[in-house]
Protein backbone atom coordinates (compact mmCIF):
# COMPACT_ATOMS: atom_id res chain seq x y z
CA UNK A 1 0.00 0.00 0.00
CA UNK A 2 1.07 3.08 -0.58
CA UNK A 3 1.93 6.02 1.44
CA UNK A 4 -1.15 8.43 2.18
CA UNK A 5 -0.08 12.67 2.19
CA UNK A 6 -1.91 12.39 6.15
CA UNK A 7 -0.28 8.98 6.89
CA UNK A 8 -4.04 8.04 8.18
CA UNK A 9 -2.99 4.27 9.19
CA UNK A 10 -0.90 5.23 11.40
CA UNK A 11 -3.68 7.71 13.55
CA UNK A 12 -5.17 4.67 15.53
CA UNK A 13 -1.97 3.36 16.97
CA UNK A 14 -1.59 6.69 19.08
CA UNK A 15 0.36 9.28 20.13
CA UNK A 16 4.07 8.01 19.58
CA UNK A 17 3.34 6.63 16.01
CA UNK A 18 1.37 9.42 14.56
CA UNK A 19 3.03 11.96 12.55
CA UNK A 20 1.53 15.17 11.35
CA UNK A 21 1.82 16.02 7.68
CA UNK A 22 1.88 18.98 5.25
CA UNK A 23 -2.31 18.22 4.90
CA UNK A 24 -2.79 18.99 8.50
CA UNK A 25 -3.44 22.54 8.10
CA UNK A 26 -5.04 23.39 10.61
CA UNK A 27 -2.13 22.32 13.11
CA UNK A 28 0.61 23.47 11.02
CA UNK A 29 3.37 25.07 12.90
CA UNK A 30 4.75 27.19 10.05
CA UNK A 31 8.11 28.47 9.02
CA UNK A 32 8.44 29.18 12.74
CA UNK A 33 9.57 25.72 14.15
CA UNK A 34 13.17 24.45 13.33
CA UNK A 35 13.69 21.39 11.61
CA UNK A 36 15.59 18.68 14.11
CA UNK A 37 18.74 19.13 11.46
CA UNK A 38 18.45 22.80 12.73
CA UNK A 39 18.46 21.51 16.71
CA UNK A 40 21.10 19.28 16.25
CA UNK A 41 23.36 21.81 14.87
CA UNK A 42 22.48 24.38 16.72
CA UNK A 43 25.52 25.82 19.72
CA UNK A 44 25.13 24.45 22.73
CA UNK A 45 24.46 27.57 24.21
CA UNK A 46 21.34 28.42 22.32
CA UNK A 47 18.40 27.87 24.69
CA UNK A 48 15.70 30.34 22.66
CA UNK A 49 12.23 28.43 22.73
CA UNK A 50 12.21 25.69 20.61
CA UNK A 51 16.11 24.96 20.72
CA UNK A 52 17.34 21.26 21.61
CA UNK A 53 18.80 23.03 25.13
CA UNK A 54 15.31 24.41 25.64
CA UNK A 55 14.01 21.08 25.70
CA UNK A 56 16.30 19.44 28.17
CA UNK A 57 16.09 22.09 30.47
CA UNK A 58 12.13 21.79 30.04
CA UNK A 59 12.24 17.90 30.95
CA UNK A 60 14.69 18.65 33.88
CA UNK A 61 12.04 20.87 35.43
CA UNK A 62 9.35 18.87 34.27
CA UNK A 63 10.94 15.61 36.20
CA UNK A 64 12.27 17.83 38.81
CA UNK A 65 15.77 15.99 37.76
CA UNK A 66 18.63 16.39 39.92
CA UNK A 67 21.14 16.91 36.83
CA UNK A 68 20.87 18.01 33.57
CA UNK A 69 21.99 14.67 32.27
CA UNK A 70 19.31 13.01 33.29
CA UNK A 71 16.90 15.10 31.58
CA UNK A 72 19.31 15.02 28.55
CA UNK A 73 18.72 11.23 28.62
CA UNK A 74 15.28 11.22 28.84
CA UNK A 75 14.81 13.97 26.53
CA UNK A 76 16.79 11.80 23.67
CA UNK A 77 14.61 8.34 24.80
CA UNK A 78 11.65 9.95 23.76
CA UNK A 79 12.95 11.47 20.54
CA UNK A 80 14.19 8.43 19.67
CA UNK A 81 10.76 6.42 20.63
CA UNK A 82 9.31 9.00 18.15
CA UNK A 83 10.98 8.45 14.71
CA UNK A 84 11.33 4.53 15.40
CA UNK A 85 7.49 4.01 15.56
CA UNK A 86 6.97 6.77 12.72
CA UNK A 87 9.34 4.80 10.79
CA UNK A 88 8.78 0.89 12.10
CA UNK A 89 4.74 1.99 11.62
CA UNK A 90 5.01 2.92 8.42
CA UNK A 91 7.31 -0.10 7.70
CA UNK A 92 5.12 -2.53 8.49
CA UNK A 93 1.40 -0.68 7.71
CA UNK A 94 2.25 0.43 4.27
CA UNK A 95 5.55 -1.13 3.33
CA UNK A 96 6.95 1.69 2.87
CA UNK A 97 8.53 4.58 4.76
CA UNK A 98 8.67 8.63 4.56
CA UNK A 99 11.41 10.28 3.54
CA UNK A 100 12.52 11.21 7.46
CA UNK A 101 15.03 13.39 6.70
CA UNK A 102 16.07 16.13 9.25
CA UNK A 103 15.51 18.92 7.26
CA UNK A 104 11.98 17.86 6.35
CA UNK A 105 10.78 17.37 10.00
CA UNK A 106 9.72 20.55 12.24
CA UNK A 107 10.10 19.71 15.66
CA UNK A 108 8.07 21.75 18.83
CA UNK A 109 10.57 21.34 21.60
CA UNK A 110 7.81 23.06 24.22
CA UNK A 111 5.66 20.73 23.53
CA UNK A 112 4.50 17.64 25.50
CA UNK A 113 5.69 14.00 25.11
CA UNK A 114 5.32 12.29 23.06
CA UNK A 115 7.67 14.65 20.98
CA UNK A 116 5.48 16.50 18.58
CA UNK A 117 6.58 16.38 15.26
CA UNK A 118 5.71 17.27 11.32
CA UNK A 119 6.86 16.64 8.15
CA UNK A 120 6.82 19.13 5.50
CA UNK A 121 6.83 16.56 2.66
CA UNK A 122 6.20 13.01 2.47
CA UNK A 123 8.52 11.27 0.25
CA UNK A 124 8.01 7.70 0.21
CA UNK A 125 10.97 5.25 0.55
CA UNK A 126 11.67 1.55 -0.11
CA UNK A 127 10.77 0.25 3.53
CA UNK A 128 14.13 -1.61 4.21
CA UNK A 129 16.27 -1.97 7.10
CA UNK A 130 19.06 -0.51 5.53
CA UNK A 131 17.48 2.67 4.40
CA UNK A 132 15.91 2.62 7.81
CA UNK A 133 18.85 2.52 9.47
CA UNK A 134 20.30 5.19 7.80
CA UNK A 135 17.32 7.80 8.00
CA UNK A 136 16.98 6.51 12.14
CA UNK A 137 20.17 5.86 13.55
CA UNK A 138 22.58 7.61 10.96
CA UNK A 139 20.47 10.88 10.35
CA UNK A 140 19.13 11.38 13.32
CA UNK A 141 20.10 9.64 16.61
CA UNK A 142 23.93 10.23 15.63
CA UNK A 143 23.83 13.96 15.20
CA UNK A 144 21.07 14.09 18.06
CA UNK A 145 24.00 12.43 20.68
CA UNK A 146 26.57 13.87 19.66
CA UNK A 147 24.31 17.58 20.16
CA UNK A 148 23.63 16.61 23.50
CA UNK A 149 27.13 15.47 24.82
CA UNK A 150 27.84 19.19 23.83
CA UNK A 151 25.76 20.06 26.75
CA UNK A 152 25.98 17.41 29.22
CA UNK A 153 27.98 14.44 30.30
CA UNK A 154 26.49 11.45 28.61
CA UNK A 155 28.30 7.94 27.95
CA UNK A 156 27.69 6.53 24.46
CA UNK A 157 26.55 3.25 25.90
CA UNK A 158 23.73 5.12 27.62
CA UNK A 159 22.60 6.69 24.72
CA UNK A 160 22.96 3.75 22.35
CA UNK A 161 21.22 2.16 25.18
CA UNK A 162 18.50 4.44 24.75
CA UNK A 163 18.21 4.29 21.16
CA UNK A 164 18.18 0.29 21.63
CA UNK A 165 15.83 0.67 23.90
CA UNK A 166 13.48 2.74 21.86
CA UNK A 167 13.53 0.55 18.92
CA UNK A 168 12.36 -2.77 21.69
CA UNK A 169 9.63 -0.54 22.95
CA UNK A 170 8.31 0.91 19.62
CA UNK A 171 8.82 -2.59 17.84
CA UNK A 172 6.43 -4.42 20.72
CA UNK A 173 3.60 -2.09 20.99
CA UNK A 174 3.18 -2.05 17.28
CA UNK A 175 3.16 -5.63 17.47
CA UNK A 176 0.57 -5.94 20.25
CA UNK A 177 -1.65 -3.42 18.41
CA UNK A 178 -1.20 -5.47 15.03
CA UNK A 179 -2.16 -8.40 16.82
CA UNK A 180 -5.40 -7.19 18.35
CA UNK A 181 -6.35 -6.05 14.91
CA UNK A 182 -6.00 -9.24 13.34
CA UNK A 183 -2.97 -8.03 11.52
CA UNK A 184 -0.91 -10.52 11.64
CA UNK A 185 1.47 -10.19 8.84
CA UNK A 186 2.37 -6.22 10.04
CA UNK A 187 3.15 -7.66 13.58
CA UNK A 188 5.45 -10.04 11.79
CA UNK A 189 6.72 -7.50 10.18
CA UNK A 190 7.38 -4.86 13.02
CA UNK A 191 9.46 -8.22 14.79
CA UNK A 192 11.49 -8.93 12.28
CA UNK A 193 12.62 -5.12 11.23
CA UNK A 194 13.10 -4.82 14.98
CA UNK A 195 15.39 -7.75 15.36
CA UNK A 196 17.64 -6.58 12.05
CA UNK A 197 17.62 -3.12 13.32
CA UNK A 198 18.76 -4.85 16.99
CA UNK A 199 22.13 -6.06 15.10
CA UNK A 200 22.62 -2.76 13.30
CA UNK A 201 26.89 -1.55 14.14
CA UNK A 202 25.92 1.35 16.44
CA UNK A 203 23.33 -1.24 18.31
CA UNK A 204 24.83 -4.10 18.28
CA UNK A 205 25.73 -5.05 21.83
CA UNK A 206 23.32 -2.88 23.62
CA UNK A 207 21.67 -5.56 25.14
CA UNK A 208 19.73 -9.10 24.49
CA UNK A 209 16.31 -9.93 23.02
CA UNK A 210 14.68 -12.46 24.18
CA UNK A 211 11.39 -13.12 22.37
CA UNK A 212 9.73 -9.43 22.80
CA UNK A 213 11.79 -8.62 25.95
CA UNK A 214 15.04 -6.76 26.03
CA UNK A 215 17.08 -6.29 29.06
CA UNK A 216 19.72 -3.74 28.11
CA UNK A 217 23.68 -3.09 29.28
CA UNK A 218 23.25 0.12 30.46
CA UNK A 219 20.94 2.81 32.31
CA UNK A 220 18.45 5.90 31.15
CA UNK A 221 18.84 7.25 34.79
CA UNK A 222 15.52 7.36 35.10
CA UNK A 223 16.04 5.68 38.56
CA UNK A 224 17.18 9.14 39.79
CA UNK A 225 14.18 11.41 39.09
CA UNK A 226 12.56 11.53 42.22
CA UNK A 227 9.94 8.87 42.83
CA UNK A 228 11.46 7.18 39.62
CA UNK A 229 12.18 3.39 39.34
CA UNK A 230 14.19 1.26 37.25
CA UNK A 231 12.76 0.84 33.65
CA UNK A 232 11.59 -2.86 32.44
CA UNK A 233 14.46 -3.52 30.33
CA UNK A 234 17.22 -1.67 32.71
CA UNK A 235 20.64 -3.67 33.70
CA UNK A 236 19.79 -2.77 36.98
CA UNK A 237 17.27 -5.23 38.65
CA UNK A 238 16.46 -2.64 41.05
CA UNK A 239 17.49 1.28 41.74
CA UNK A 240 21.41 1.64 42.34
CA UNK A 241 22.36 2.37 46.01
CA UNK A 242 23.84 6.32 46.12
CA UNK A 243 27.05 5.40 46.44
CA UNK A 244 26.96 3.31 42.93
CA UNK A 245 25.49 6.04 41.33
CA UNK A 246 26.96 8.01 38.26
CA UNK A 247 28.66 4.08 36.84
CA UNK A 248 25.77 4.07 35.09
CA UNK A 249 26.11 7.18 33.05
Not at 51 to 68: D, G, H, I, M, N
Not at 153 to 178: F, K, M, P, T
Not at 195 to 217: I, S, V
Amino acid sequence: MDLDPALAALRPLGGFFVLRTVVDQERSPGPALPTLAQAYEEPASDVYPFSLTFRVRKVERALKAPEPRIAASVAQLGLAARLWSVALGCAALYDRVPDLDPRLLRWDADASAPDDLWLTEVRPLPAEQGRIADTVLVGHLAPLAAALRTRVRLADGLLWGNAASALVGAGRELGRQCRAQGRTEAASRAAELTRALLAHPLLAGTGTLTGTGFRRRSCCLYYRVPGGGVCGDCCFPRPPRSSARGASG
